[in-house]
């Protein structure tokens, strides 16, 4: 008889979809809904409050909350005996996507306790059968179930990235979004369930086989006897034989791990988080209870901390499976953080904060970096991870790139300084497969480190928004364990994993070094820049707040604000989310976060030990303001810098007078705005064509005032004042932009252009600094277009050197123009998605033009950074770095996290060479080298440190108590 391939899969989905799917869940009972509507605010309660709600008859094909509100459904009925398992299932009005993007609900026993969630692919509640939660149904088979439901609006629609309002609670009157569609007891059919699967996993294989080999006629053949047969065990018994061929021996072999990528705010805020960490670990225990191979990795401190607080019951269920292995902690940070912007302190506390927290709850320290999502990872990463104790690295987010293809998906990842870190990108390009047959096809085909390895890993499970691995995924797992066709899949854990892979690749693994740039989401280091502020000041002020405590804590025996500290810090590292710091979350999410800086800005300067004068923390003392030279008419001039200020308000002549040099190339200081219309991901992307779309900004008008130039500018509804000054003294221009900012779809750069020419610039990072091409030489080269710079960039030619520094920006480019280089710091965007408004309203901006080496550039970022402060002492230095030879910075000073008042001391080699230094303590102690999280490393050798290029080291100085 004649086999038609093509027939045969049409009929394959035609019958699933009428004839099979429809069986899986077949209607036994009604049951009685009743609606409690959390009233007050809308805002989540706990669920004893809910409890003890008076509940209302509610109608199936009601709405039931307005967007971002919650309502309670008490779900009530008599189970019958059908011989089959019997689950509740639900529909809340869902789409067929965006699992994790839209209404979701909570599951809970009448006495509090939380069962199970429900989203689009996971809408049913178990009540009897294997699996079904204890406690449900009584001995008379009534039962009562509360179901907390969201009302999350769906934000990343079909189509996407279209302007939304309800990044915001709607106002009163607008339409709710959704309906309760249906709420039924239904017998469930195991047999139903396992042929859906057993024909996704021959009849989905299908188009990825070769129509050479005699596999894909057997499996087509096998297919088409299954929709032959006349009931569901016959139909089964026909895919047996296909189901049961091995894997080819040289097939590929994949780890799959359960996971749920859960973003810690983003089309959500940060409340609706708690309560998704929570739905998806019920999820993952009720998957447990029938799978006893499954294993689920989740991340970030901060996500099991909120469980621990909100739901104790889950957390020791929790809590039991981490201790069997079958939860396993990864990555060991606070939150999964952005892994450009924040500086190395934040980024050690991430992991000491968070590593601190697994070991303390779980006894367990991962080994893995876990950060699958985070837009882009400095060059310091591979140092910061194997000084805080890990060996290997995971992201799949450079699959991303727009412009080229990485290279590797398994390599060693050679820092800034040297160090190496095991690294992987799991091949099927996401951190939330589905484990379908052409995920796994993908893998393999992309995967481009065959030659020397046959292995990946896969994170199957619904994410973003949460939601995990449901039991449709964990069944086709199963089926792929060893199958002629496809890759492997073995469930395991990511330590397991990666010791495999590294011990298969041994020393032969390729190396890629520098930077992990993403070719993408380049708007991300500009957007939302209160963001990028309130960070940048917060972790500034706990430099000077942690340095002065420990002052006064050694000298004068106060008290350390230990607790304060912590929570301050774990403010912080929450707020470097990958989607909070970048700016690519919705208003709500940036409105509380604003809130959350000024009052955190606000209790860190209450910190400071009082008295004294108005001053700054700088180069670890003390300093006070001093008055800028006075301009004499249109010019500045202290002696070492003359500055000319023309009628269009830029600087028309900069010179350093102490070899005469002329600094700018022409106009310095000229404020450029762009046209920034993305094509997609707005408040993630900037594009190329931004930078065909540009004018400067010229001034209205000139003002000279005692101690500075400024240049008012108007455009449309925006107003921008650029302010010059001197210092006696200094030999730095500095910069101050205030913005009014109205704009819409713009973008903001401040040019500097000088006449240095370089090939290169150098860009302040964590712990030193990262060389990146002003060329456009090749691809990669070309696609680095807006790039990631600390504090300061750097541009240098032999006998002349100039730095701009800035207070609060992190997106720059600096480019090769005629006679010397444009260093254009990026202010400000405007894109209207997800948050509408965004940057709306003031700004301030300080930056300063250093003429000098990185060294100088170097201490007036220090300098420029430190927060100025109404009262303090004079202080001399506690710790003091004798420099022998070299460039070496002390970059911390705190007390130990241990509390045993150990002062400890971070320094690094800052330019890429040898430095050796001698440390000096103004009290009387004994040192030791420590790892990041302060664990001993080597004993003494504090006298004589001897540093490599960019090496960090870790100096615990134990005060010598007086007898
Ligand atoms: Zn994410």
């Given at each position: 008889m004649h086999l038609n391939p093509s027939h045969v899969l049409a009929r394959l989905q035609r019958v699933v979809r009428d004839r099979i799917r429809p069986r899986l869940h077949t209607p036994v009972a009604d049951v009685t809904v009743t609606a409690w509507r959390v009233d007050g605010d809308g805002e989540p309660v706990p669920v004893a409050r809910a409890l003890e709600a008076d509940y209302t008859p509610f109608a199936i094909g009601d709405t039931w909350a307005p967007a971002w509100g919650t309502t309670w459904l008490r779900i009530e009925g008599r189970v019958p005996d059908t011989g089959l398992p019997v689950e509740l299932v639900l529909d809340l009005g869902w789409f067929d996507h965006s699992v994790g993007g839209h209404a979701e609900g909570l599951a809970y026993r009448p006495d509090g306790v939380p069962v199970k969630a429900l989203h689009p692919r996971n809408g049913w509640v178990r009540l009897?059968?294997?699996?079904?939660?204890?406690?449900l149904v009584a001995e008379d088979r009534t039962f009562v179930v509360y179901v907390e439901a969201a009302a999350n609006p769906l934000l990343l629609g079909l189509p996407p990235f279209v302007e939304t309002t309800w990044g915001e609670k709607p106002g009163p009157g607008e339409p709710e979004p959704y309906r309760l569609v249906s709420a039924q007891l239904c017998a469930f059919d195991p047999d139903?369930?396992?042929l859906l699967r057993d024909l996704e996993a021959t009849g989905d294989l299908l188009p990825h086989l070769d129509t050479d080999e005699p596999r894909y006629w057997r499996v087509l053949t096998a297919v088409e006897s299954a929709l032959d047969a006349p009931t569901t065990g016959q139909a089964r018994a026909a895919l047996a034989g296909a189901l049961a061929q091995p894997a080819h021996a040289s097939a590929h072999t994949m780890t799959a791990i359960g996971h749920a990528h859960i973003d810690s705010a983003w089309l959500w805020p940060l409340r609706e988080t708690r309560r998704k960490v929570a739905r998806t670990l019920t999820n993952v225990l009720t998957l447990m209870e029938t799978d006893p191979d499954l294993v689920y990795a989740m991340s970030s401190a901060q996500q099991f901390a909120w469980v621990q607080e909100d739901h104790p019951e889950l957390f020791e269920r929790v809590k039991q499976k981490v201790a069997e292995g079958r939860i396993v902690p990864v990555g060991g940070m606070w939150v999964e953080s952005d892994a450009m912007m924040p500086s190395g302190e934040s980024l050690v506390r991430q992991i000491s904060m968070g590593k601190r927290y697994f070991r303390e709850t779980f006894g367990h320290e991962s080994e893995v970096v876990w950060l699958p999502d985070s837009f882009g990872y400095s060059g310091a990463w591979p140092q910061i991870a194997r000084r805080a104790g890990y060996r290997w690295f995971l992201t799949q987010k450079i699959s991303w790139n727009d412009t080229t293809t990485f290279p590797h998906h398994t390599f060693a990842w050679e820092g800034i300084d040297g160090s190496r870190i095991f690294t992987h990108f799991p091949p099927a390009d996401t951190y939330a497969a589905e484990v379908t047959p052409a995920e796994l096809?993908?893998?393999?085909?992309?995967?481009?480190?065959?030659?020397i390895s046959g292995r990946s890993l896969l994170l199957y499970g619904y994410g973003d928004g949460g939601g995990g691995p449901n039991r449709e995924m964990a069944a086709r797992a199963h089926r792929f364990r060893d199958l002629e066709g496809t890759a492997r899949v073995e469930l395991g854990s990511p330590e397991e994993f990666f010791a495999a892979a590294e011990a298969e690749m041994g020393d032969r693994a390729p190396v890629w070094a520098g930077e992990l740039y993403l070719e993408l989401h380049r708007?991300?280091?500009t957007s939302q820049i209160a963001m990028k502020q309130g960070n940048r000041r917060a972790e500034a002020l706990l430099r000077t707040v942690e340095y002065l405590a420990a002052v006064a804590a050694v000298r004068d025996g106060v008290a350390y604000p230990y607790?304060?500290?912590e929570k301050a810090w774990q403010t912080v590292l929450l707020h470097q989310f990958h989607d909070i710091l970048p700016g690519s979350s919705i208003s709500w999410v940036h409105r509380?976060?604003?809130?959350?800086?000024?009052?955190?800005?606000?209790?860190?300067?209450?910190?400071?030990?009082?008295?004294?004068a108005p001053g700054r923390v700088s180069g670890w003392q003390v300093v006070r303001d001093v008055t800028p030279v006075a301009p004499v008419g249109n010019v500045l001039d202290n002696g070492i810098l003359r500055a000319e200020i023309g009628d269009n308000g830029h600087v028309v002549?900069?010179?350093?007078?102490?070899?005469?040099?002329?600094?700018?190339?022409g106009d310095l200081g000229v404020l450029r705005l762009f046209r920034d219309e993305p094509v997609r991901w707005d408040a993630w992307d900037l594009d190329r064509h931004v930078f065909r779309n540009e004018r400067a900004l010229p001034a209205a008008r000139v003002e000279i005032s005692d101690m500075s130039i400024s240049a008012l500018i108007d455009h449309d509804e925006s107003a921008f004042t650029i302010t010059y000054s001197l210092l006696p003294g200094s030999a730095q221009l500095d910069i101050t932009v205030d913005v009014d900012w109205q704009e819409t779809e713009h973008l903001l750069k401040l040019s500097i252009p000088v006449g240095v020419r370089t090939l290169r610039a150098r860009y302040e990072t964590q712990y030193g600094a990262l060389d990146r091409p002003t060329h456009e030489n090749t691809l990669a080269d070309e696609a680095q277009y807006e790039v990631c710079s600390h504090r300061f960039v750097h541009v240098g030619e032999p006998g002349l050197g100039v730095g701009v520094v800035n207070d609060s920006t992190y997106g720059c480019?600096?480019?090769?123009i005629p006679g010397g280089t444009d260093i254009r710091p990026t202010l400000l965007r405007a894109p209207r998605f997800p948050d509408p408004d965004t940057d709306r309203g003031r700004h301030t901006f300080r930056f300063a033009v250093v003429a000098g080496d990185e060294t100088a550039t170097r201490a007036a970022a220090d300098d420029l950074n430190a927060p100025r402060l109404d009262g303090l002492a004079d202080t001399e230095p506690l710790i003091e770095l004798g420099l022998e030879s070299g460039a070496a910075v002390i970059d911390w000073i705190k007390l130990a996290d241990d509390r045993s008042g150990d002062v400890i001391v971070r320094i690094h080699e800052s330019r890429g060479g040898r430095a050796t230094a001698r440390p000096h303590a103004s009290f009387p102690a004994t040192v030791t080298e420590t790892d990041l999280l302060e664990r001993p490393e080597s004993p003494a050798n504090g006298d004589g440190l001897i540093l490599g290029p960019y090496q960090i080291t870790t100096l615990r100085f134990s005060p010598i108590k007086e007898r």
């Open positions: 009897t059968g294997p699996g079904a939660a204890p406690g139903v369930f396992d096809k993908h893998a393999v085909r992309n995967f481009r480190d065959k030659a708007g991300t280091l607790d304060e500290l509380e976060a604003r809130a959350t800086y000024d009052a955190l800005l606000d209790d860190l300067t209450g910190l400071v030990p009082g008295g004294g002549s900069l010179v350093d007078l102490r070899d005469g040099r002329q600094l700018n190339v480019d600096v480019r090769r």
